[in-house]
């Protein structure tokens, strides 16, 4: 367990960047299916490096 910070390039919509950072974490092991993540990022047309998404999921299953 712990805390593993991963930072991705931005996709076209919240969805995809989410669903992006899942897949890179996945496919070194720093996340198995079934691991809960928490991810944030700023959404389109926020300030740069300014934070206003949360979310929590389970990885290779719904969201949490």
Same mark, same amino acid.
């Given at each position: 367990?712990?805390?593993?910070?991963?930072?991705? %390039? !931005?996709?076209? &919509?919240?969805?995809?960047?989410?669903? !992006?950072?899942?897949?890179?974490?996945?496919?070194?092991? @720093?996340?198995?299916?079934?691991? =809960?993540?928490?991810? =944030? *990022?700023? +959404?389109?047309? +926020? *300030?740069?490096? =300014? =934070? &206003?998404? @949360? %979310?929590?999921?389970?990885?290779?299953?719904? %969201?949490?």
């Amino acid at each position: 367990g712990g805390l593993y910070p991963l930072l991705v %390039k !931005r996709a076209q &919509d919240t969805d995809h960047t989410i669903a !992006r950072a899942i897949r890179i974490a996945h496919s070194p092991g @720093m996340v198995n299916t079934g691991d =809960t993540v928490v991810l =944030t *990022a700023g +959404s389109a047309g +926020s *300030a740069p490096g =300014t =934070t &206003d998404i @949360m %979310k929590v999921e389970v990885v290779g299953g719904h %969201k949490v």
